[in-house]
């Protein structure tokens, strides 16, 4: 079993729909972090958390460290937020920036 | 720099062959990573430096790989003699320090090994 796991693996939307991708982990974190990916394209850090919620435009991160799982939302999702949206944590123990990914969740936005 | 810059931006090479792939951080940026996105497989962490050493060496995948930062700035990964398996995409990203702090990431690196 991956230390991160990502559902669902892929998403379709309509535009104008919400969103949410979730993230579960099994080990102690000291960070959260979510990801994009565009097709072809580097990767962006949407959000980095390490409780409650943080929101950056239609975008919306939160964490339960107790249940050690953690969303993504996307409000009045656009085409252009099509994507793969990837959750990594930093361990809490150990070496705190060696990310540990999850394997990803390609979103597709249509018109 | 704007953000991190990686190059090349494509490689391909022959098996056997040695290759060199180089970062260049955020300019003040101590922390710098390096990862692996292999075809069909999520991202696996090789290795961080803190300034110009390494700490955490753990995530390599064989001795055929190293990594060397000078100055604290630009790092340059090393991959020996290389295998069909080694064909990734190459990413590296830097912070402002280690620890809880967010990662800018470069535009990678695609190795092709024939």
């Known amino acids: 079993k991956n230390e991160v796991e990502q559902s669902p693996q892929n998403l379709t939307a309509q535009e104008g729909e919400f969103i949410t991708i979730n993230c579960s982990y099994s080990v102690g974190i000291s960070a959260l972090h979510w990801l994009q990916q565009h097709p072809g394209g580097g990767i962006v850090s949407l959000f980095m958390?390490?409780?409650g919620k943080k929101k950056h435009g239609r975008l919306i991160a939160t964490i339960n460290i107790q249940e050690k799982h953690s969303s993504l939302h996307i409000t009045a999702s656009h085409p252009r937020d099509s994507a793969v949206y990837i959750c990594a944590v930093s361990p809490l123990t150990g070496t705190a920036s060696k990310l540990t990914f999850g394997t990803g969740t390609r979103l597709q936005v249509t018109l | 720099g704007a953000g991190v810059s990686q190059s090349p931006s494509n490689k391909v090479t022959e098996k056997g062959k040695d290759v060199e792939l180089r970062c260049d951080p955020i300019?003040?940026?101590?922390?710098l990573y390096w990862y692996r996105q292999s075809l069909g497989q999520g991202l696996e962490f090789l290795i961080y430096f803190q300034g110009n050493s390494a700490p955490d060496k753990s995530g390599l995948p064989s001795d055929r790989f190293s990594a060397e930062r000078t100055g604290g700035s630009v790092s340059t990964l090393t991959i020996q003699r290389t295998q069909q398996e080694d064909s990734a995409v190459y990413l590296c990203?830097?912070?402002?320090?280690?620890?809880?702090?967010?990662?800018?990431f470069g535009p990678g690196t695609r190795l092709t090994v024939l």
């Open positions: 958390l390490s409780s």
């Open positions: 300019s003040g940026h101590t922390a």
């Open positions: 990203a830097s912070s402002l320090t280690v620890g809880y702090n967010e990662q800018f």
